[in-house]
């Protein structure tokens, strides 16, 4: 039975199970493209190949990545195969693309911002407010000059194929509502403990915000929510309503404050075993499967805003203003980073953002 199937199976029963308190697993999303392309019918041998995942079943990212493997057994009359681990139940990112370089894991598909302790460029998408909007976000993610940081990983054991959407990234607490960055900071009290991706740029938008940032792993996050270690975390709403983030966690602030893209990545050992007609067939699946996942990231963006607050999170939308005072706060990290990241990069990058912006 392919994926699709089994996921709608899951999926109704999970809809049967919710809709007593009117909750939904995910929004009504599209079902992927039809899969084409020539069949392999030569036996270039068997693989299966184990993909490791941060998120949940119901993200985005792992029904893209089923999908992925879809693709792969359907062209080469199951040949090729995917099985795939979601909820870090291999591993946190770092440890995940670590096996990637010793071949005891064959793909996993992280954030950038663990990936720049590889290719410390990426760190540019780390940069906040630099992607206003999802249709300059992604323009940038197909330019050749954010394809050129893919290349990057030449030599270091990982080979990486393309970008999808993690997406854009939301500040949750449970301690009060936020509306600017001295709620963050706590003028009369302390400053949120608010956890970060393992990424020294994300810790410096905190410390300009006046947050006490705690880098942890995604793993990680709910139990030291939980526990109270710390107040609050940010990511995207599909990630917060699919990890679960809302049981623990009462307040929501849409900041937008960094729009995060995901790597498609593979070990260099897996890789050198494939056949390079495999090998091209595993470009292209990538390829497909990460159009697929930013159509369903966009799918499940503000559905999932309107989930969290079916399940009682109270989320303040920013205004214009409110948004620009966290911008301001926030301008020291490309005074600190921009250096380092590259200048020539980030102009290049703000170009693309200006003419997607003006068309
Ligand atoms: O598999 C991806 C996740 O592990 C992680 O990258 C998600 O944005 C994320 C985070 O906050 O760590």
């Known amino acids: 039975m392919s994926y699709l199937w089994k996921r709608t199976l899951l999926l109704t029963g999970a809809t049967l199970l919710s809709t007593s308190i009117a909750y939904a697993q995910t929004p009504d999303l599209s079902d992927p493209p039809p899969i084409q392309g020539e069949v392999i019918t030569e036996n270039l041998g068997t693989h299966t190949i184990r993909v490791g995942l941060g998120l949940a079943e119901t993200s985005p990212l792992y029904i893209s990545t089923r999908y992925f493997g879809d693709i792969l057994a359907e062209r080469t009359e199951g040949r090729l195969t995917v099985n795939v681990f979601p909820n870090s139940q291999l591993g946190d990112d770092a440890q995940m693309m670590e096996m990637l370089q010793t071949g005891t894991l064959d793909m996993t598909i992280p954030s950038t911002s663990p990936a720049t302790s590889y290719v410390q460029e990426l760190a540019v998408f780390d940069l906040p407010f630099l992607l206003p909007t999802r249709e300059a976000a992604i323009a940038v993610l197909e330019s050749d000059v954010a394809l050129g940081l893919l290349d990057k990983f030449e030599g270091t054991g990982i080979k990486a194929f393309a970008y999808h959407e993690n997406g854009y990234r939301q500040l949750t607490n449970s301690v009060r509502p936020v509306e600017s960055p001295d709620d963050v900071a706590g003028l009369d009290v302390s400053g949120l403990t608010i956890r970060t991706m393992e990424n020294p740029v994300q810790l410096s938008i905190w410390q300009a915000l006046g947050a006490n940032p705690t880098p942890m792993a995604f793993g990680e996050v709910f139990s030291a929510m939980e526990q ?10 599909s990630t917060i309503l699919t990890s679960n983030f809302h049981e623990v966690q009462d307040y929501g602030s849409e900041t937008r404050h960094v ?21 091209e067939l595993v470009q292209q699946a990538a390829q497909e499967a990460a159009a697929y996942e930013i159509q369903l990231a966009t799918e499940y963006d503000d559905w999932a805003r309107g989930q969290l607050e079916a399940r009682g999170m109270q989320i303040t939308r920013l205004d214009d203003e409110q948004i620009a005072a966290f911008q301001a706060a926030v301008q020291p990290v490309y005074d600190q980073w921009a250096p380092r990241i590259g200048e020539d990069l980030i102009a290049e990058i703000q170009q693309i953002v200006e003419s997607t912006m003006a068309e």
């Open 228 to 237: 109270g270690v710390i107040d609050g975390q940010e990511n995207p709403w």
């Open 259 to 279: 729009y995060t893209p995901f790597i498609i990545m593979m070990s260099e050992r897996t890789w050198n075993r494939l056949d390079p007609a495999y090998q």
